[in-house]
């Protein structure tokens, strides 16, 4: 089972959005059972799907207080994808690691196990927070492929081989996680981003999906909606970018 988790160590870049939407679109179009996990305490993956509540989340899991991953699942209004939700009280898991708590970052990985051993989904996906925080990490040593949303500007494409050498850190301990890409977002026509983009295929020490995310209005609409643009606005360019990037991820496995 493929479990890819959303990662950049920067805010604002699209992880959310990619994994609302990816999930979206392998639920409904590919037909497949997905599970998407928000593991950031500021819960815009949990905030797109489910209504305002308190929701038991990743905390539990990394905490070792709760062995069933089953409990923490919520389903989504879309059918064939459910949540692992998030909320602030994630948070307190970045307290724990300073205060030296004994935390259970294997929990993820574990989940993934479980999961795949009660065949209960086909695909998960895990929507990261902007930093390598204890529930990032456990993130990324759970999947079989990390993709990384990336926008176009001087500082992101600069942040990069930083990014990547700290990947090869955690492979180091983890060492079935691979990069399946990076994937540039919020697109437009412009000299500068083009440029951005052309430096980003030249040098990326890892693969970049030729299909890439358009800026698109619908995208900001859609996350008043409770629906993932590919819902919101099926024809928008983001929707339509979005649904390519999955295409072309099904197509070409994860590899190096
Ligand atoms: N393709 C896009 N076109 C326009 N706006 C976008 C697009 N992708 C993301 N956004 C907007 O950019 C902001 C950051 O996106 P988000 O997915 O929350 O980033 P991250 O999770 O990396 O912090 C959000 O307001 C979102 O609506
Ligand atoms: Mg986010």
């Known amino acids: 089972m493929n479990a890819y988790s959303i990662v950049n160590f920067k805010g604002g870049v699209g992880k959310t959005v990619t994994a609302v939407n990816m999930a979206a679109i392998l639920a409904t179009e590919y037909g497949k059972r997905v599970l998407l996990i928000d593991a950031d305490a500021q819960g815009n993956a949990t905030q797109s799907l ?35 939700p998030a909320g602030d009280a994630l948070r307190e898991l970045d307290v724990d690691l300073i205060q030296g708590r004994q935390l259970h970052m294997g929990a993820l990985r574990d989940l993934r ?4 051993e009660d065949e209960a989904y086909d695909c998960m996906i895990i929507d990261c927070p902007p ?6 990490a456990a993130a990324i040593a759970a999947s079989t492929g990390v993709i990384i949303p990336i926008k176009l500007d001087a500082y992101s494409v600069r942040g990069m081989s930083e990014l990547t050498a700290q990947i090869e850190r955690l492979r180091a301990v983890y060492p079935d996680v691979r990069v399946a890409g990076v994937l540039p977002t919020m697109w437009y026509r412009s000299d500068i981003v083009e440029q951005g983009e052309t430096l980003l295929r030249a040098n990326s020490p890892v693969r970049v999906f030729d299909s890439r995310i358009r800026r698109s209005p619908k995208v900001d609409e859609s996350t008043w909606t409770g629906e ?18 999955v295409a072309e991820l099904m197509e070409v496995p994860v590899n190096e």
């Open 50 to 84: 489910l209504p305002p509540g308190e929701y038991r989340s990743l905390l539990w899991l990394l905490r070792g207080e709760e062995p069933f991953y089953e409990n923490l699942i919520e389903p989504s209004p879309i059918r064939g994808l459910d949540i692992v």
């Open 113 to 116: 196990d479980a999961v795949e």
């Open 131 to 136: 930093a390598l925080s204890p529930a990032c």
């Open 228 to 245: 993932p643009v590919v819902s919101w606005s099926p024809r928008s360019a983001a929707a339509q970018d979005y649904r390519a990037f």
